[in-house]
C-alpha cells in the first residue's frame, strides 16, 4: 500500500464533510456502523435472525461473477510464491492475538517485529507521525470511527434515591449547547476529528443527502454554554435540586455525577474535559477511569436502575462503508438496538419510536418520503439526546511495511470482514503473524447475544463467514456462500443494482403463496403458514430468491468437521421466532422488540428446493441497493455464526435456567451469561453434551427433527464432544481460521488456518488495496468576470491514468470570496486520466471580485470515499 500522510488524511475527512454537504440530493449509496467497545449495526439485512449482522457475503464459487475488470494495462508478471497457487483459505497458518491497551507501545513493539498489525483505528495525531515517519511502518487510513456520550436515562431517582438528572431529555438536550465540539477535535484530538451532532457520520451519502437539515441543526445545537445552564437551571429546579454556594443539592446531598471514562485513548481526555464542564455548572462529579473489560460491566451489563453510571464516554466504528443509515435512529435511541439492559431501559415519544421504527424498516415509497422521515427523525434525536455525538475521527490503523490486508474504508482492519482471508506477510505462504489490540475477551462470545465489542467481534468475523461479503471500498455485498440471487421489488420503488449476481426487476404485485412460512407456534414447535394464517391473499413489495451452489453440503464444513446441512439454516429460522413468543421455553424478552421490528414487514419464507438450496423471502423491507435487499438465512446471527448442534446445547442450558444467551436475561435469571469458549459455561455445555449424546434429542424436534435425520444428530454429538475434548471450548463456525484457544487471564487469542476451507486463498486479491484516485487540478490564477475559464482535473492512481470507463463521476464546486457556494456541475471526460471543467461567462459573471475557490469531487466506481482537490483563483472585472 502506499504511504498516507497524516495531511493527506485529515484533509479527507474535513474536507469530504464539507464538499459531500455541499453536493447533497443524490441517492444514498452506502451505509453501515460498530462500536469500538461494541459494534454500531452494519448495512447488513435486518429482516431475519441470520440477517447477516455486521458482516457480509463472500463466496462459495471460484470469484464474484461481476468482479470489477480493471481496464489498465497489465503489470509485469510476477513469479508467483511457492505453494501460491494451491493455497485454500487463509495465507497464514497462525495468528495470535495479544492485549496492548497503549497505542505508543504497540507502535514502539511493531518497530522491533514484536507485533505486525496493530488492530485499532487510532486517532493520536503523535502516534499517526511516528508511523509516517518510521522505514519499518506503514498505515491503512479509515474514517468509519467516532466518539459520542452514552447517557443513562434512569430514574429521575436511581434506586437509592440519588437523583439522575439525564432522566430528563431537556437536560439531555442541554448538554449539546454546553459542549464544545471545536474543543474536542482541536483540543483533545489534535486535529484528526471533525465535529459531529448526528447519529450517521458526516462523511457519508446520508449526510450529503440531508445537508441542509444537518447544517440547521448544527447552528441551532451550536456551543452556548449560557442557553445550556439555563435550561439546566429551570429543569433541576423543577426536579427539586437546589444550587446552594453553586454546587446543585438534592435532598440535602450534592448532585454527584459518575462519568464513567475509558483510559485506552483520547476518551480519558474527553471524559476530564465533561467533568470539568458538569463541575462549571454546579456539579459533583466523580470520574471513574476504567478500561473496556473494566467498564463494560458496569454501562452495558448492569443494570441502570442502579446508578453505576451517569454518562459513559463511548466510541464506536461503522464497520463497513455505509449504503444506508437510516437504520441507526432505532438501533441508538430505542429497545430494537441490543439485546442489553441499557437499551431495553430507553423510552422514546410515541412519535419518535414509531419514525425510528420505519426507517429501520424502509417503510417509504420514494426518496422524497425517505427525506421527510430522516428530518423529523433528526429532530427527533436532538431532542433526545440520549446519546451525545461528539465527533468523526481521521484514525490509522498501524502495521508493519510487509503485512498485506484489505482494510475496509471505514471500519479499518478490526472492523473489516475480509481481513482474515487476505491477512499475509508479503512474499510468504504460512507461517505467523502477531496482532495486538487494545482490549481483547471483553465479553462472552456466543453468536445469539453475546460480546458486541470491536476487539471480540474482529476475531469472531474471522472464524465465521457470512453468505456475503462486504466490499470493503464501497459496501456493497458479493456472494460467498451464494451463487446468485434474484430480487423482485413493487413498480416504482427506488431499487437499484449494481453487480451483475443479483438479477433485479419489478413487477405490480407480489403474492405471498399459501405454503410459505409466515410465524411460528412456540407451543407445537412449528411454522405457520399463510394460507393457516392470513384469511385474504398478502401481498409484499419485495421478494428475494437466493441460490445456493450443488456442493453447498459437501463443500462447506464446521470447524469440527460436521458438513453443514439445512439444519443449520432451519435453526436460524426457528431462533428469528422462537425466543420473542412468551410460550417458548427459550422466552427472552430482550429479543421481542426487535422481532416487532422485524415481524412488521416480514411476510413469508419458503424453501423452494433442499438440495440445491434456494430460498424464497418476501417482505415489504428493501433497501435501494438490490445487492443488500436479499434474504440469505444463512446461520450467522447478531454476533457471530452458529451451527445448529452447539446452539441445542446453549437453548438446554438456558431452559434448564444455568445460562442466559443474553446480557439482559441473565441479569434478570441472576445466571451466567453465556459463553462458547471459556468460564463456567464450558463445564455446563459440557454436561448438556454429554445428555444429548446419550438420548439424541435436540430443540425443536417438531420441526428440526424433520430435516435433521438421527445419523446427522449422532454424528454431530460426537464431532462436537471431540472437538471439546481437543480444543476445550465449543465455538465452531465455516471460516478460514479456527478458535484454538482462548485465554482470558493473559489475554492471549490463538487462531489457527482451517485446512478444510473451500476457497482459494487469492480469491479476494482485488481488494489487497484501495484504488483511491490522486486528483490534480490546474487552470488560470486570475479570472475576468464573464468571460470563460477552463481548468484541468488531472485524476491518476500510483502514476498511472484513472480510466474514465472506472469513474462514477467528477464534480465541481465553485466558492466565491464570501465562502458562498456559487455553483456545482460535473465535469466531463477528455480521455483517460483527464476531465475539464469549464467555468462558463455566466458562472464568471455572477462571481464578486476577490478569491474564489474550485474544489474537484472524484467518485470512482470501487471506492466509496471520495477524492479531492481545490485551488484558489482571483476574480476581477
Known amino acids: ?51 447477516e449482522p455486521t458482516e457480509v457475503p463472500a463466496e462459495a464459487e471460484p470469484e464474484p461473477t461481476a468482479e470489477p475488470e480493471p481496464t489498465e494495462e497489465p503489470a509485469e508478471p510476477v513469479e508467483p510464491v511457492a505453494g501460491e497457487e494451491d493455497r485454500t483459505g487463509a495465507w497464514v497458518d497462525t495468528v495470535v492475538v495479544i492485549e496492548e491497551p497503549s497505542s505508543d507501545a504497540a507502535v514502539s513493539r511493531m518497530e522491533t517485529g514484536e507485533i505486525d498489525l496493530y488492530a485499532y483505528s487510532v486517532s493520536s495525531a503523535d502516534v499517526a507521525r511516528l508511523v509516517d515517519e518510521s522505514p519499518n511502518l506503514d498505515l491503512y487510513q479509515s474514517f468509519g470511527s467516532y466518539n459520542e456520550l452514552t447517557l443513562n436515562p434512569s430514574g429521575p431517582e436511581f434506586n437509592d434515591g440519588r437523583l439522575n438528572p439525564f432522566a430528563v431529555p431537556a437536560i439531555r438536550e442541554a448538554m449539546n449547547w454546553l459542549i464544545d465540539r471545536e474543543y474536542i477535535t482541536q483540543e483533545i484530538m489534535g486535529g484528526m476529528a471533525a465535529p459531529r451532532w448526528l447519529p450517521f457520520n458526516n462523511a457519508s451519502n446520508d449526510y450529503a443527502m440531508m445537508a441542509d437539515v444537518a447544517r440547521a441543526i448544527e447552528n441551532e445545537y451550536a456551543h452556548d454554554r449560557e442557553r445550556a445552564v439555563e435550561i439546566i437551571t429551570a429543569e433541576m429546579e423543577a426536579l427539586g435540586a437546589t444550587l446552594e454556594n453553586d454546587v446543585w443539592t438534592y435532598n440535602g446531598e450534592p448532585v454527584e455525577i459518575i462519568v464513567l471514562i475509558r483510559t485506552e485513548d483520547e476518551r480519558r481526555d474527553i471524559g476530564d474535559y465533561i467533568a470539568n464542564i458538569l463541575e462549571d455548572a454546579g456539579f459533583t462529579t466523580f470520574r471513574d477511569y476504567k478500561t473496556a473489560a473494566e ?21 464506536w466504528v461503522t464497520t463497513v462503508v455505509p449504503r444506508d443509515l437510516s437504520t441507526n435512529f432505532a438501533y441508538f435511541y430505542t429497545d430494537m438496538g441490543l439485546p442489553y439492559t441499557l437499551w431495553q431501559a430507553y ?10 421504527q420505519r426507517l429501520d424498516q424502509s417503510a417509504f415509497t420514494t426518496l422524497d418520503e425517505r427525506y421527510d422521515m430522516m428530518s423529523r427523525a433528526m429532530d427527533l434525536a436532538l431532542e433526545d439526546s440520549i446519546r451525545i455525538w461528539l465527533c468523526d475521527r481521521a484514525s490509522i490503523t498501524p502495521k508493519r511495511n510487509e503485512i498485506t490486508v484489505a482494510a475496509d474504508l471505514y471500519g479499518g482492519v478490526s472492523g473489516a470482514w475480509l481481513w482474515a482471508p487476505t491477512i499475509r506477510r508479503e512474499g510468504e505462504v504460512g507461517g505467523e503473524l502477531t496482532i495486538a489490540m487494545p482490549s481483547i475477551l471483553t465479553e462472552p462470545w456466543n453468536p445469539i447475544a453475546g460480546t ?10 474471522g472464524t465465521g463467514e457470512m453468505a456475503t461479503m462486504y466490499d470493503p471500498y464501497t459496501g456493497l455485498f458479493w456472494p460467498r456462500r451464494l451463487e446468485s440471487a434474484e ?33 411460528w407456534d412456540a407451543t407445537e414447535q412449528r411454522f405457520l403458514t399463510a394460507g393457516e394464517v392470513n384469511e385474504e391473499p398478502v401481498t409484499a413489495l419485495r421478494k428475494s430468491v ?17 458438513n453443514f446441512s439445512i439444519g443449520d439454516i432451519l435453526m436460524g429460522m426457528i431462533l428469528t421466532f422462537d425466543q420473542a413468543k412468551e410460550d417458548s421455553p427459550y422466552f427472552d424478552e430482550a429479543m421481542v422488540p426487535a422481532f416487532d421490528s422485524f415481524i412488521s414487514s416480514f411476510r413469508g419464507v419458503k424453501i423452494v428446493s433442499e438440495d440445491p438450496l434456494v430460498i424464497e423471502t418476501y417482505s415489504d423491507f428493501y433497501q435501494m441497493d438490490a445487492e443488500m435487499s436479499i434474504d440469505s438465512w444463512w446461520p450467522y446471527f447478531s454476533q457471530g455464526q452458529g451451527a445448529w448442534h452447539t446452539l441445542a446445547l446453549g437453548l438446554m442450558a438456558e431452559e434448564a435456567g444455568e445460562l442466559a444467551f443474553s446480557a439482559d436475561k441473565s441479569e434478570k435469571m441472576d445466571t451466567e451469561w453465556l459463553s462458547l469458549i471459556a468460564g463456567p459455561s464450558m463445564e455446563i455445555l459440557a454436561s448438556h453434551l454429554a445428555e444429548a449424546s446419550a438420548d439424541g434429542t435436540i430443540p425443536y424436534a417438531a420441526t428440526l427433527g424433520e430435516f ?6 449422532a454424528a454431530r454429538f460426537a464431532n462436537a464432544q471431540e472437538w471439546y475434548d481437543t480444543m476445550g471450548h465449543f ?7 479456527y478458535l484454538e484457544r482462548a485465554f482470558p487471564v493473559e489475554k492471549t487469542v490463538v487462531l489457527q488456518r482451517f485446512e478444510d476451507y473451500p476457497d482459494s486463498a487469492s480469491r479476494w486479491a482485488m481488494f489487497s488495496e484501495a484504488r483511491i484516485a490522486e486528483v490534480e487540478l490546474d487552470g488560470p490564477g486570475l479570472i475576468n468576470q464573464g468571460q470563460e475559464a477552463v481548468f484541468e482535473v488531472w485524476v491518476t492512481f500510483e502514476g498511472e491514468p484513472y480510466p474514465a470507463d472506472d469513474i462514477s463521476e467528477v464534480k465541481f464546486l465553485v466558492f466565491d470570496s464570501a465562502g458562498e457556494l456559487a455553483a456545482s456541475e460535473a465535469a466531463e471526460p477528455v480521455e483517460d486520466g483527464l476531465w475539464e471543467i469549464v467555468l462558463d461567462a455566466e458562472m464568471t459573471e455572477a462571481l464578486p471580485e476577490g478569491s474564489s475557490r474550485l474544489e474537484a469531487v472524484v467518485v470512482s466506481k470501487f471506492v466509496a470515499v471520495p477524492s479531492f482537490e481545490a485551488v484558489q483563483f482571483v476574480v476581477a472585472p
Not at 449476481?501 to 410465524?519: G, K, M, R
Request: include cysteine; glycine fraction near 8%; proline fraction near 10%.
Open 708 to 713: 435433521v435425520p438421527e445419523d446427522e444428530i
Open 1 to 51: 500500500m502506499s504511504r498516507n500522510t497524516l495531511a493527506s488524511l485529515l484533509s479527507l475527512l474535513l474536507v469530504a464533510t464539507l464538499v459531500l454537504s455541499a453536493c447533497g440530493g443524490t441517492p444514498p449509496a452506502e451505509p453501515t456502523a460498530a462500536p469500538v467497545e461494541p459494534t454500531a449495526p452494519p448495512a447488513a439485512e435486518p429482516t431475519a435472525a441470520p440477517a
Open 731 to 737: 465455538l465452531v463456525g465455516t471460516g478460514p481460521f
Open 546 to 562: 437466493v441460490y445456493y451452489p450443488e456442493d453447498l453440503y459437501e463443500a462447506v464444513k464446521w470447524h469440527d468437521g460436521s
Open 452 to 461: 458486541n465489542w470491536i476487539y471480540d467481534m474482529m476475531l469472531i468475523r
Open 487 to 519: 430480487v423482485i421489488v413493487q413498480e416504482g420503488l427506488p431499487v437499484f443494482a449494481t453487480h451483475d449476481w443479483v438479477d433485479l426487476s419489478f413487477e405490480a404485485e407480489i403474492t405471498v403463496p399459501d405454503d410459505a412460512w409466515v410465524d
Open 295 to 315: 467498564a463494560s460491566p458496569i454501562w452495558m451489563q448492569g443494570d441502570p436502575t442502579e446508578g453505576g453510571f451517569h454518562i459513559y464516554t463511548g466510541g
Open 347 to 356: 423510552e422514546n415519544t410515541e412519535e419518535f419510536y414509531d419514525v425510528a
